[in-house]
């Protein structure tokens, strides 16, 4: 894996989560947490799906990685909604 294919796959779990987190509603953090998300979603989105035996939609293939965008997406907004549960809201001043 070169560094574009590295910086484009870190770019489309970016835009993953960020659609994860608006989905769900919950806005903490920026870009980088919605890499992070994006990523935890599409391992959370790719797992569902094999358990649940349901196929690949609109998967991405960067370089030698393939990156389901479809499973990272609701994989994202799983986890938020989780994370929105645990978390407290926070306060405004």
């Known amino acids: 894996m070169n560094l574009l294919t590295f910086l484009l ?3 489309i779990a970016g835009v993953c989560g960020a659609v994860g ?16 998300i994006g990523f935890i979603g599409a391992l959370i989105g790719s797992w569902l799906a094999g358990n649940l035996g349901l196929p690949s939609i609109l998967v ?3 370089g030698s990685t393939a990156f ?12 938020v909604a989780l994370l ?9 001043a």
């Open 84 to 92: 929105a549960l645990v978390l407290k809201p926070r306060r405004l």
């Open 9 to 11: 796959l870190l770019l």
């Open 60 to 62: 991405l293939d960067i």
């Open 21 to 36: 987190k608006a989905i769900a509603g919950f806005s903490r953090g920026g870009f980088l947490a919605s890499i992070g």
């Open 68 to 79: 389901p965008v479809v499973w990272a997406i609701l994989g994202s907004v799983i986890l």
